[in-house]
């Protein structure tokens, strides 16, 4: 390399280099996602997490709302808590799967997420409407990939 081209070289390598690592820390893009989620802690770092990765997030603490964000925003996914006040996740699962059948919607990716870990509430999630399961605390790279795959394979299906 020549002295006169090291800093034009180096520029453009830093630039690429950037751009790489972007990407790869933006895992979700764009993604429309509403998080329904009670307890604030936790809603407030997974709703970081997921912008962090480049999702537009829409973060609730009940169902009832829950049921009105995912309506109106129609999300990419949805990732819901199951033991939520009042109303539990599956009465919100049963009425997204609900609209997205009467408006013949495609399927919003849905996540269960509970501190739950008992078989029972894994085989009601799924048979409920969730596509995946999953216990808290979700292990944030497990969460975005799981997102990120399931959201890809919507893409292509």
């Known amino acids: 390399?020549?002295?006169?081209?090291?800093?034009?070289?180096?520029?453009?390598?830093?630039g690429l280099l950037e751009k790489v690592t972007m990407n790869e820390v933006a895992r979700l893009g764009h993604a429309r996602i509403v998080l329904i989620e009670d307890d604030?802690?936790?809603r407030?770092?997974?709703?970081?997490?997921?912008?962090?990765?480049?999702?537009?997030v829409f973060a609730v603490a009940d169902a009832e709302e829950g049921v009105e964000t995912?309506?109106?925003?129609?999300?990419?996914?949805?990732?819901?808590?199951?033991?939520?006040?009042?109303?539990d996740g599956f009465y919100l699962i049963q009425r997204l799967r609900d609209h997205e059948?009467?408006?013949?919607?495609?399927?919003?990716i849905a996540i269960a997420l509970?501190?739950?870990?008992?078989?029972?509430?894994?085989l009601r999630s799924i048979g409920e409407g969730f596509q995946y399961f999953m216990t808290k605390p979700?292990?944030?790279?497990v969460l975005v990939t799981l997102i990120q795959q399931s959201l890809s394979t919507r893409v292509l299906s």
């Open 138 to 141: 979700a292990h944030p790279d």
């Open 1 to 14: 390399m020549r002295p006169e081209n090291r800093d034009t070289d180096a520029g453009i390598l830093f």
């Open 40 to 42: 604030l802690e936790s």
């Open 70 to 87: 995912v309506i109106q925003e129609l999300p990419d996914a949805v990732i819901c808590d199951i033991d939520l006040p009042m109303m």
């Open 44 to 56: 407030e770092s997974l709703r970081m997490l997921l912008e962090e990765e480049g999702a537009e």
């Open 114 to 122: 509970t501190g739950h870990d008992g078989d029972e509430y894994r």
């Open 101 to 108: 059948i009467r408006r013949n919607l495609t399927p919003s």
